[in-house]
């Protein structure tokens, strides 16, 4: 069975960073790609950021230049550098991997990320 780990939430003010690292229970090339959602409660899961096997990241508009998404295939680990955040930025971040393109076929346990005003 897969396993998603992901670490590195936490409470941060506004305009600060965090880093949430996802680390996978098998070879990340297993996966076509890796990516974060985020779920606040009472709203529908919103994309955040992709990163296919061959290194083509991908980003929602509202997180555009202030996230990055990368991979470290020799730790089989995906993180997710988040600077600049804002209160709205405050949400559950969940990693998924894709065994089928486009499909998130394995989830995290979700890292809760806090920006205080």
């Known amino acids: 069975q897969v396993q998603l780990v992901e670490s590195g939430g936490g409470l941060v003010q506004t305009g600060g960073s965090l880093r949430l690292s996802c680390a996978t229970s098998e070879s990340i090339f297993s996966f076509l790609a890796m990516g974060?959602?985020?779920?606040v409660p009472g709203?529908?899961?919103?994309f955040v950021a992709r990163i296919t096997d061959g290194g083509s990241a991908d980003y929602a508009n509202s997180v555009r230049g202030r996230f990055t998404i990368s991979?470290?295939?020799a730790k089989n680990t995906v993180y997710l550098q988040?600077?600049?955040?804002?209160?709205?930025?405050?949400a559950v971040y969940l990693c998924y991997a894709e065994k089928r393109?486009?499909?998130r076929d394995y989830w995290?346990?979700?890292?809760?990320?806090t920006v205080s005003s």
Do not use: H, I, Y
Request: charged share 30%; glycine share 10%; net charge negative.
């Open 101 to 103: 393109f486009g499909l």
């Open 43 to 46: 709203k529908q899961r919103e």
């Open 82 to 90: 988040m600077n600049s955040l804002a209160p709205e930025d405050t």
């Open 108 to 113: 995290g346990q979700g890292a809760q990320v």
């Open 71 to 73: 991979r470290d295939n």
């Open 36 to 39: 974060w959602d985020r779920q």
